[in-house]
């Protein structure tokens, strides 16, 4: 069982930046590529980043170039560093978990989740 606690979130002015966290506990850290996903008020919970366990990086277009993923193996953790945002990024923020390099863009690719940071950016 593999345990995922986000922590970071909250509310930031459009133009600004946020770095928000997920503490992952259980079984080896280094066995799983990592995601993040979000998901805003009436809307589906969307693919945001990804990070295999070699360090290979997959990023939806509505973040390229704004946001990063990154991964500390000897903290167990995987952080979000989020630039430029934009008030359409408000969200909450998932972590999670998959035992598998490919398809890491659909939530199904994904074992374990954390519980959600919510994120919000204004105007």
């Known amino acids: 069982q593999v345990q995922l606690v986000e922590s970071g979130g909250g509310s930031v002015q459009a133009g600004g930046f946020l770095r928000i966290s997920c503490a992952v506990s259980?079984?080896?850290?280094?066995?799983?590529?990592m995601g993040w996903f979000r998901q805003a008020p009436g809307k589906e919970r969307e693919f945001v980043v990804a990070?295999?366990?070699?360090?290979?990086?997959i990023d939806a277009d509505s973040v390229k170039g704004r946001f990063t993923i990154s991964r500390d193996y000897a903290k167990n953790t995987v952080y979000l560093q989020m630039n430029s945002l934009k008030p359409e990024d408000t969200a909450v923020y998932y972590c999670?978990?998959?035992?598998?390099?490919?398809?890491?863009?659909?939530?199904?690719?994904?074992?374990?989740w954390g519980q959600g940071t919510q994120v919000s950016v204004s105007s």
């Open positions: 990070i295999t366990k070699s360090g290979n990086l």
């Open positions: 259980g079984r080896s850290f280094a066995m799983y590529s």
């Open positions: 999670a978990a998959a035992n598998r390099r490919y398809g890491l863009e659909s939530l199904g690719s994904y074992d374990f």
